[in-house]
């Protein structure tokens, strides 16, 4: 008699813990099923995207600067709206910087609160006129910040060109001197036909050995790679806000019509 208790006891407890194990793995599954993924890679994208061009593109700022100040503008009245330009910009990257950080946590957690997992955890909740206003007001403002980062991405891409430029001039200046075919000195860089600096600057233009010291400094090759870099970050932070716009598109629908049972979201 005690064996068979003890045996059915044992046997009792195996089952339990094996049913214990399987309704935690169920409640794995279905809250992994519930992640909004699209979302999730989205935010990690645009803050990547978003933190290598604010600061990528503040330390480029500000050796292009030095840049400018030192070789091509010399005067300091020439170049002291392009100074002060080059500030209010810094002090806009900090501005981004945070903006698109709170936003893409708010992005984030818009996202988690309209998946399928939410409504089994909480119950099924009833949608109201101001969450689909909200939800809509999402959808306007990141097709807003997508057309605002298309032009930000080219923008970004101008001082890349500028510096390439620059760069593939100091090239060939190095080629010219290698094949002793023409003098490096007739070869020169007018800074001044960018617009960045006035017609009267002074010198306003490098050539030959001089823009071939220019393109050997730290500055110049520090700012030219940063730039880049920025420019990329850029691109990031705009395939991040086209995923936004089709997980905020998505959600908003989800939000209209969540009454039907088949209409459940993971973004």
């Given amino acids: ?123 099924e909740f009833k949608t109201t006129a101001c969450g689909r206003c909200i939800s809509g007001m999402f959808v306007f403002l990141t097709y807003v910040l997508g057309v605002a980062w298309l032009g930000v991405f080219g923008f970004s891409a101008v001082p890349v060109f500028m510096f390439y430029n620059i760069w593939s001039t100091c090239e060939v200046i190095k080629s010219l001197q290698t094949n002793m075919t023409v003098p490096g000195d007739q070869i020169c860089v007018d800074i001044r036909q960018y617009g960045i600096i006035p017609w009267n600057a002074v010198p306003g233009k490098a050539c030959g050995p001089i823009l071939e010291n220019i393109c050997n400094t730290n500055e110049f090759y520090m700012s030219y790679h940063l730039f880049i870099v920025a420019c990329a970050g850029a691109g990031a932070t705009v395939i991040a806000l086209l995923i936004y716009m089709m997980a905020t598109t998505y959600n908003y629908a989800v939000l209209k019509f969540k009454s039907r049972e088949d209409c459940c979201t993971k973004f």
């Fill in 1 to 123: 008699m005690t064996r068979l208790f003890l045996c059915d006891t044992t046997i009792s407890v195996s089952s339990a813990s094996q049913c214990g194990f399987i309704g935690c793995f169920e409640c794995c599954i279905k809250c992994l099923g519930g992640v909004p993924y699209a979302s999730l890679v989205a935010t990690i994208l645009c803050f990547s995207g978003v933190a290598l061009f604010c600061g990528c593109g503040h330390v480029a700022l500000t050796g292009t600067v030095s840049i400018l100040e030192q070789h091509f503008s010399t005067t300091a009245s020439d170049h002291a709206l392009l100074s002060e330009v080059i500030q209010l910009m810094q002090y806009v990257i900090y501005g981004i910087a945070s903006f698109f950080f709170l936003y893409g946590i708010i992005l984030l957690a818009e996202g988690f609160y309209t998946t399928s997992a939410v409504k089994e955890l909480h119950g």
